[in-house]
Every structure is written in C-alpha cells, then in structure tokens.
C-alpha cells in the first residue's frame, strides 16, 4: 500500500493503490483548497510533490489544459485529478 509523506511535521498516510491524492488527503483530516470540489476546473487543489511524481498516475487531459491554462510549475500536481500508486512525498504552502 503506497504511503503519503509530508514535507513539514506530519505523519504519513497509508493509502489504497490507485487512491485518489485529495481525497485521500481530504479523508486524513488535512485542508486541500477547492471551489469546484473535485470537478477539476479550479485548479485550488494543486498539491507539490516533493518526491516520488513517477508513482502517480500520469496527467490527464483535464490536468494538461489546467497546467496549461493556469501556467503551473512541473512539481506541482492537481490532486483531484491524480491516483496514487506508490509512495509520494507531498507538500502545500497553507499546511
Ligand atoms: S478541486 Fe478544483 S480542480 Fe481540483
């Protein structure tokens, strides 16, 4: 079962292979801004992946248009839109 780690002081999750990563964070009690809850159109949810991007599932078309479109750097991942497949290392800048 992959794990989710956190750059600053928090204990790390274990998740279900393939578990949605807002979700899953949502789920664990931490904040993850959204104003379309989860519908993929606000990009609020954008979450860095410090470690471990190859153990997500890859961009889908959704994400690529909201990079796009809201000119984000390449560590950083919309959450409601990615699945979790192994172990990551995640950070936001509000936690
Ligand atoms: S919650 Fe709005 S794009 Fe993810």
Same mark, same amino acid.
């Given at each position: 079962?992959?794990?989710?780690?956190?750059?600053?002081?928090? +204990?790390?999750?274990?998740?279900? &292979?393939?578990? =949605?990563?807002?979700?899953?964070? $949502?789920?664990?009690?931490?904040?993850?801004? !959204?104003?379309?809850?989860g519908d993929?159109?606000?990009a609020k949810?954008?979450?860095?992946?410090? +470690?471990?991007?190859?153990?997500? &599932?890859?961009? =889908?078309?959704?994400?690529?248009? $909201?990079?796009?479109?809201k000119d984000?750097? !390449?560590?950083?991942?919309?959450?409601?839109?990615?699945?979790?497949?192994?172990?990551?290392?995640?950070?936001?800048?509000?936690?």
């Amino acid at each position: 079962m992959p794990l989710i780690s956190f750059k600053k002081n928090r +204990a790390a999750l274990t998740v279900p &292979t393939g578990a =949605n990563l807002m979700k899953s964070l $949502l789920d664990a009690g931490l904040p993850v801004a !959204s104003s379309c809850d989860g519908d993929g159109v606000c990009a609020k949810c954008k979450i860095v992946i410090v +470690a471990g991007k190859e153990n997500l &599932t890859p961009e =889908n078309e959704i994400e690529a248009f $909201l990079r796009e479109t809201k000119d984000l750097p !390449s560590d950083v991942r919309i959450s409601c839109q990615t699945q979790v497949l192994g172990d990551i290392t995640v950070d936001a800048t509000y936690w």
